[in-house]
């Protein structure tokens, strides 16, 4: 089966860290660029960042850009996300998946597959 683990979620109070890690099981990460999501309780899934292949591109949602960055360790077939100063809107279960070279940039959740369970973040105020 192809799909990422993802782990590191917890229990958070606002202005706190975690470091999410996702991943791949069945197939080899380095072809894909990867994208992190989050669903807030009641709301859809929405894209937070997203890798190249190599690592050496990312971009970011505006909601997180500046505190939240994305990286990958292709030889541990693992992406990861360090998120610092969280806030209470940051809560939600966080998922990755993967997409395609050639659709690198969008963070449409159409577009990627091989969701994980996904790991539960919780900031409090």
């Known amino acids: 089966q192809l799909q990422f683990v993802e782990s590191g979620g917890g229990l958070v109070q606002s202005g706190g860290s975690l470091r999410l890690s996702c991943t791949a099981s069945?197939?080899?990460?380095?072809?894909?660029?990867v994208g992190w999501f989050r669903q807030a309780p009641g709301k859809g899934r929405e894209g937070v960042s997203i890798?190249?292949?190599?690592?050496?591109?990312?971009k970011y949602a505006d909601s997180v850009n500046g505190r939240f960055t994305i990286s990958r360790d292709n030889a541990k077939n693992t992406v990861y996300l360090q998120m610092n100063n969280l806030k209470p809107e940051d809560t939600g279960d966080y998922y990755c998946?993967?997409?395609?070279?050639?659709?690198?940039?969008?963070?449409?959740?159409?577009?990627?597959?091989?969701w994980g369970p996904g790991t539960q973040v919780i900031v409090s105020t």
């Open positions: 890798i190249s292949s190599s690592g050496d591109s990312a």
């Open positions: 998946g993967k997409t395609f070279p050639h659709m690198y940039g969008g963070l449409y959740e159409a577009d990627f597959d091989s």
């Open positions: 069945g197939f080899t990460l380095d072809y894909y660029p």
